[in-house]
């Protein structure tokens, strides 16, 4: 496994290229081409936006201005939940590749989650432009962890992303499943209501079972509140996310052999 | 000679999940059957027990049947699969013709394709910027190289992918049964890249039907059968050994068909046309032809032959009671139903006087001088003005086989003569 692990390194430029590939493809042929990366979650802001602030309205001034809120979390949902689903196909899609060309099968769902981190980091552009125009800017001291959030997340996602790949190719229901799983798991986590409401605060020790809780309200403290206080919580999160991704590993690096035969 | 491609006692076993080919992760995990559905459940021996060695530098070609388990060794030597016991060991970069294009995203450029193509085969960037006009120039994609893949023809698709493949430089090749990608003079051109790589000291193994081209191309062959290895070495005598039991297969075939349409055969009545082909077997059987065998030149009965060979037909005849009106036919049809050849002893002027009891009647050819192809046989007894005693229509099946491919239906004995002007190589 570690020796497999080790190889993955060498395979670098070519996940390199495919992550270009990816989003190259995605929008060849549409009208608007890349702009597409900025114009998503856009859109979807506008709509979370409208629901929250007009329809549902929020009274708590503490997360004012409700959309730049809503925003520092719905970005890296969004980069998780696609890196899921799309990693849950992506041995199926490349079936061609493993029971073809000799081709390290890892490389496919990493390719699904590093794509979508290059959509998630052109986020950030809009996330920035929206602080600047709202005149709210994040504290320049708890920055430094930004990267630090970002890099458990990876780790977090790549795990379970590499288990579910290769749960997909054997049972092709884990996507049907991970779906609703995803919306379940979204509204369970604080992203457009804020983690200090009365009613999260209830049930907190279940909240701090969900590890995107922890992603969630990091992101949030680094980029929207003040004050950074979760660094610990986030730190154990990150060994966490190294235990994902070891026994992600692990299962993939088990059912390897099987791919060519199932897909 | 050091020994690029090894394969010590490699079995291959695939494994199928066919108990649970509807089954999904929610039943999976209601059921707790999870782990249990993980495992396979139904074996399937593709490979057993095969040994080979190829010599660095030496061309080699896998030959054998449908299913006998080529295209598995050589995705073992590829890597792509691991074998289930033995121990496949390759020295050297691998490249592996297995699915021309495999990989290519069809909405973006044949150029990014190359790229991305190349990589996957193991190239470094740079050296695909290398050779990427060697690569374009050799699947003549010029003009069409920042088209999207999805608009290119399938031929063009395939030459792309083989040109990729090709130019990754690889010291083993992996080659499965790809040369049909392109018109004649791209086949050509594929056929000296290989000569070249045989040149520089590559190892190519070849998996292929084209038996000719392994005559022509390859220093050694190995043939498989049912995932076993039944000959390797010279492949002329491997391909011999090969079409021997090719031909085996095709006899036991023919003489299924043959005793199928014997046994089914429903009396019926002839129909107007003689000729009109269908099978079956009519007539009173006051006579009637109990059995029927083809001889050929071995002695032994057989049903496949080679063109000029001779065979004799050997009818075996009982007559009821003393019968003093019958005439004897044979005749030959091709597959497309036209009668090749038809005789009957009364057309050759033969006038019958008695048979009784048990008789022997055989049709002697000196000269089975048909082109290839398989054929129907016609036999039957009957009165002179034509009420069948026994007729056999279509009944036998037999192959002729030919080292020449002539087309037509008759390949008379003849030579060429050329005044001492007209010269061949």
């Known amino acids: 496994m570690f020796a497999n692990l080790g190889t993955l390194l060498r395979y670098r430029g070519l996940v390199q290229s495919l992550v270009a590939r990816e989003l190259k493809a995605r929008y060849r042929g549409s009208v608007l081409g890349f702009v597409w990366s900025f114009v998503n979650p856009l859109l979807l802001l506008s709509i979370y936006s409208f629901v929250f602030t007009t329809i549902m309205r929020s009274d708590d001034p503490r997360t004012r201005p409700y959309a730049l809120f809503m925003f520092c979390g719905l970005l890296p949902w969004t980069w998780f939940s696609a890196s899921l689903t799309d990693a849950t196909s992506s041995l199926i899609s490349g079936g061609n590749l493993i029971k073809k060309v000799l081709f390290p099968a890892e490389v496919l769902p990493i390719v699904s989650v590093l794509a979508n981190m290059v959509h998630f980091v052109l986020g950030l552009v809009i996330l920035a432009a929206f602080m600047i125009g709202f005149h709210h800017y994040p504290h320049a001291a708890a920055l430094p962890w930004f990267p630090v959030v970002v890099a458990v997340q990876l780790i977090f996602t790549l795990g379970l992303a590499l288990a579910l790949a290769a749960l997909t190719a054997h049972f092709r229901d884990t996507r049907d499943l991970l779906a609703n799983l995803l919306t379940l798991w979204f509204f369970a986590t604080p992203i457009i209501y804020p983690y200090f409401r009365p009613s999260v605060e209830r049930f907190l020790w279940l909240f701090r079972l969900n590890p995107f809780y922890h992603l969630a309200v990091s992101y949030q403290e680094i980029l929207f509140f003040e004050q950074f206080g979760h660094a610990r919580s986030l730190l154990l999160l990150g060994l966490l996310s190294i235990g994902t991704f070891l026994a992600g590993y692990w299962l993939f690096d088990r059912l390897r052999d099987s791919f060519a035969e199932v897909v | ?425």
């Open chain 2, 1 to 425: 000679m050091t020994t690029a491609i090894e394969l010590v006692n490699v079995s291959k076993i695939y494994r199928r999940y066919s108990g649970r080919q509807f089954a999904t992760l929610k039943s999976a995990l209601l059921k707790r059957s999870l782990l249990r559905d993980l495992r396979p459940n139904e074996t399937f021996v593709a490979l057993k027990d095969v040994s080979f060695n190829v010599e660095k530098g030496s061309t080699v070609g896998v030959i054998g049947r449908n299913g006998s388990g080529k295209s598995t060794a050589l995705k073992l030597v590829a890597g792509i699969t691991k074998p289930s016991a033995g121990n496949v060991r390759v020295t050297g970069r691998i490249s592996a013709l297995i699915e021309l294009g495999a990989g290519f995203h069809p909405e973006i450029s044949g150029r990014e394709n190359v790229f991305i193509n190349g990589i996957m085969l193991g190239l470094s960037k740079r050296e695909v910027e290398e050779r990427f006009d060697d690569i374009v120039n050799f699947a003549e994609l010029r003009e069409f190289i920042d088209a999207p893949v999805k608009t290119y023809s399938s031929g063009m698709y395939m030459r792309l992918g083989f040109a990729v493949a090709i130019h990754v430089d690889p010291e083993v090749l992996l080659v499965d049964e790809v040369l049909a990608v392109g018109d004649e003079s791209f086949t050509h051109k594929c056929l000296d890249k290989f000569g070249e790589l045989h040149r520089r000291g590559k190892t190519v193994l070849i998996v292929t039907h084209s038996l000719g081209l392994v005559e022509r191309l390859c220093d050694a062959a190995v043939w498989l059968d049912g995932g076993e290895k039944q000959v390797e070495g010279d492949p002329k005598r491997v391909i011999g050994a090969y079409l021997t039991a090719v031909e085996e297969t095709e006899k036991q075939q023919m003489a299924a068909t043959t005793s199928r349409a014997v046994r089914t055969a429903a009396p019926s009545l002839p129909t107007d046309d003689m000729f009109q082909a269908t099978e079956g077997r009519w007539g009173s059987r006051e006579l009637e032809i109990t059995s029927v065998e083809l001889v050929g030149t071995s002695g032994q009965p057989s049903l496949v032959f080679h063109t000029g060979d001779s065979v004799s037909i050997q009818l075996h005849v009982r007559a009821a009671r003393s019968i003093a009106d019958f005439v004897f036919g044979v005749s030959v049809f091709n597959t497309d139903g036209v009668c090749c050849f038809g005789t009957n002893t009364d057309i050759e002027h033969m006038t019958s006087q008695r048979i009784e009891g048990e008789a022997e009647v055989t049709f002697a050819i000196d000269h089975l001088d048909l082109v290839e192809g398989t054929y129907k046989l016609d036999v039957a007894v009957h009165r002179r003005d034509g009420v069948p005693y026994d007729y056999h229509r279509q009944l036998y099946t037999f192959r002729v086989k030919s080292r020449t491919h002539d087309v037509g239906v008759f390949r008379p004995a003849h030579r060429w003569i050329f005044s001492p002007n007209v010269k061949f190589k």
